[in-house]
């Protein structure tokens, strides 16, 4: 057992400071001015100007927050899940997240089941050690992590509801789930995961994933497919659905299992054969794209249930997919869940000797039986086609990058994040020949229950580099100092934004204060540069853990691009969406434009030393 309980820290560590209102608007301000017109910054300035002024809207807004903070452990956090159950969108393409991680190939039936059972094991034990206080603190060199979120990883979930959902998770003073729900070809089976406060053996898992494979090779009505709905019509259709009480008790038993894991065996082929360049970057689209929808009703779309917080999946090419409905878990929590995970599938025993009189013992998996009648049928039909198209208009993309990783980065000293950064910054400004209004997520786990904030990765700075960039008169001298210069502004900006300096967390929390008072909301709010600096082209995060591994997620505007990246020693890979009804942009386009850049930049760099 570790000297330190899991949540030992989470009362211990600082809270998350409120933003300074003067420093906030002083940031906006920055913000705004390589966005923006040099007529609609003096309109914003203006506003600006009124919002703060002393004894202003401004400060009685930024005073309510200031004395929440005194009284909570920290002052954004609910308003900032309430704001996610609140959204009538459907969870999957807009607030979940997706994430890839292990790749073990396998080439039989028999492999698939064992990965599976190894999965399915870890998992448990995985559920177990949190509510046994054994999992690690996470911690980044002398930075402990806020564990907090752990505990709404397993047996819990969003629940819909009319208006705004509700969301359960387990306690840990509550008594442990002993099952998990195991998906194939859209049937739901509940399996024994824990007994007598033991983690079943490989040997007993892989029975059972193997009975669930021969008692699943039909291919069920896609219940699961609800799940995808917004949120009033999922509302609307578990109303119905759990009118029967043998349906009710169903979806309470998917609810309060420890996770969904998804056998996901049917699998999209690659449109080039493995001997051709492009067949890894083909692989890895084909992964995150099932990672982030499952490919549709076609595929495995309906064999997820993406209420539950995790909903872990296998596909059939034997990598590991997580969906996470993303309302109380952030970015980081997520990646230190799969990169464990990752790491215990590798460790399961399988030459553990179990008897054959135990494995006798073993019940069978319950297969959980819906009853529906004509209304619900027509509104899983209806959400089927809904969500295909959905998918259809989503084009997701993964590319990975061999020439070089954080070494050499590193090498010309230069934060690797803050030169991704740039290179994804200048990569759709070559394409688009204009700035992006560009979003890179951080995390806030540093602080007692932290969520996240927001780095402004467009800077002044960076402006000046693309301009640099790609006039033709500049010089490789030019290029390589605005370069420098851009990412340094990232760097000292992304340094702030993690201490709890920057603007986006503490406007939202003021906007939130003068609409519970019933006030009008200022107008700094609806001015058109607060509403463009709203619209994200480019949303982004680091996800960095196992060496095959990403995050993936939607772009955020229907002219955007949703891009995350991993940052290896010697590789960098990366996802890439965009959405096929905007025929400007192309996720393919984007990332062999930015695999050029990053080559001519080395070249750039090492022909002028």
Known sequence: MPSEATFCYDDKLPKQPVPDLQGSLKKYLASALPMVSDEQYAKTEALVKEFGKPGGIGEQLHQVVVEKAKTTKNWLADWWTDA?????????????????????????????????????????????????????????????????????????GRIPRHDRDDFEYQKLDDDLSTHMIVSHNNQFFVVEAIKDNKVVSYAEMKMQIQRIMQMSTEIAEPVGILTTADRETWANALRLLNQDPDNYRNWRTIHRAIIVLSLETKKVEPSV???????????????????????????????????????????????????????????????????????????????????????????????????????????????????????????????????????????????????????????????????????????????????????????SKSKILCEVWVDPKSTINDKKVAFIEAVKAHSQLAKETAMG???????????????????????????????????????????????????????????????????????LTFTCSNFNSCERTSSKKFLNSLRQFLRDFKQLVTSSK
């Open 84 to 156: 996610y159950l609140k959204s009538r969108q459907p969870v999957v393409l807009t607030s979940s997240v997706g994430a890839i991680s292990g790749y073990e190939p396998v080439q039989t039936e028999d492999e698939y089941i064992n990965l599976s059972a190894r999965a399915a094991v870890s998992l448990a034990t995985y559920y177990q050690q949190i509510y046994q206080q054994t999992l690690p603190v996470y911690k980044a060199g002398e930075t402990i992590f806020c564990m907090h979120q752990a505990k709404h990883y397993f047996a819990s």
């Open 273 to 459: 054969q493995p001997d051709h360049p492009d067949y890894m970057d083909e692989l890895y689209s084909i992964f995150t794209a099932n990672g982030l929808h499952g490919y549709g009703t076609q595929f495995n779309s309906g064999n997820r249930w993406n209420d539950k917080v995790l909903n872990f999946s296998v596909n059939g090419y034997g990598c590991f997919g997580l969906a996470a409905e993303h309302s109380n878990i952030d970015g980081v929590p997520i990646f230190q869940l799969v990169y464990l995970i990752e790491h215990y599938i590798k460790a399961v025993d399988t030459s553990q000797s179990v008897s054959q009189e135990v494995l006798n013992q073993v019940e069978q998996p319950k297969r959980i039986e819906w009853k529906l009648n004509d209304e619900l049928r027509q509104i899983i039909r209806q959400t089927a086609e809904k969500f295909d198209k959905a998918v259809e208009d989503v084009n997701q993309r993964g590319m990975i990058f061999d020439d070089y990783g954080k070494e050499f980065i590193k090498s010309i000293k230069m934060s690797p994040d803050s030169f991704i950064q740039m290179a994804l910054q200048l990569t759709y400004y070559m394409l688009e020949n204009k700035l992006p209004n560009h979003y890179e997520s951080c995390s806030m786990a540093r602080y007692t229950y932290g969520r996240t904030e927001t780095i402004r990765s467009t800077t």
């Open 501 to 571: 300096k920057a603007w986006d967390r503490i406007m939202f929390a003021m906007a939130t204060v003068a609409s519970e008072k019933g006030l009008p909301q200022p107008e700094i709010f609806s001015d058109p540069a607060f509403q463009l600096m709203s619209q994200f082209q480019l949303s982004t995060s680091q996800g960095t853990y196992g060496p095959f591994s990403n995050s993936i997620f939607a772009a955020v505007c229907n002219e955007g691009y949703g891009v995350s990246y991993n940052i290896q020693p010697d590789r």
